[in-house]
């Protein structure tokens, strides 16, 4: 069975106008301490997971560029992940990140809505037993949404995303006893690309 422990903290604020061309600056901050332990027996601790991570973002609102309004941003992360015991199955990694966003949209016609966005991510994983790995991660997609009429609207949606393998996909080795199974990770693992179309008709009813 599992015992588990967790210790959160999540601390936001914003500021209006705090310059010229923003419009809002905001600031989110949470910290993170989660612990969980598996045991083979009553009484009998098996493995102890412990995952540390702060996640920090900060965005600002601009005002109307053009034809745009938007947000542009950055984030910040840092996760401190390790087993201990006879059947930890995965090192100490100490996962950083550090990623770039924008988020822009207008009105192309009074009928005609148009958003785009990207992101950058760059990732840096650090095993106590083997060499860092690190990888960059590009992400876009745009939307274009029509009134048609009324009550109809319909919207087509473009996007190329990517994410990186996560230290358990890329470092486990061993039995993981929860699971009843035997993870091994490839530390040769590329990063994730997905490509999507997505097609919508929203019609109102009434």
């Given at each position: ?47 102890v997971f412990d995952n540390e991570q702060l996640d920090t973002r900060i965005e ?36 950083k990140n550090i990623g770039v966003f924008i988020l822009e949209e207008t009105n ?99």
């Amino acid at each position: 069975f599992l015992e588990s422990e967790q210790d959160r903290i999540d601390l936001a604020g914003k500021i209006n106008k705090p310059f010229s061309g923003i419009e809002v600056a905001a600031l989110q901050v949470g910290f993170n301490d989660y612990t969980h332990t598996e045991f083979e027996e009553v009484g009998e601790a098996g493995t102890v997971f412990d995952n540390e991570q702060l996640d920090t973002r900060i965005e600002f609102q601009h005002a109307k560029f053009g034809m745009f309004d938007g947000v542009i941003g950055t984030q910040f992360g840092y996760k401190n992940l390790s087993a201990v015991g006879e059947e930890a199955f995965l090192p100490e990694t100490k996962t950083k990140n550090i990623g770039v966003f924008i988020l822009e949209e207008t009105n192309i016609t009074d009928s005609t809505h148009l958003d785009i966005g990207a992101r950058f991510d760059h990732e840096t994983h650090d095993p106590s037993n083997a060499s860092k790995i690190t990888n960059d991660m590009y992400s876009i997609s745009s939307g274009l949404v029509w009134d048609f009429n009324e009550s109809t609207e319909v919207g087509i949606t473009i996007g190329r995303s990517q994410r990186g393998p996560t230290a358990a996909e890329l470092f486990s080795n061993g039995p993981h006893v929860a699971t009843g199974t035997f993870e091994i990770g490839v530390s040769t693992l590329d990063v994730e690309t997905t490509n999507s179309l997505d097609l919508t008709i929203n019609k109102t009813h009434g």
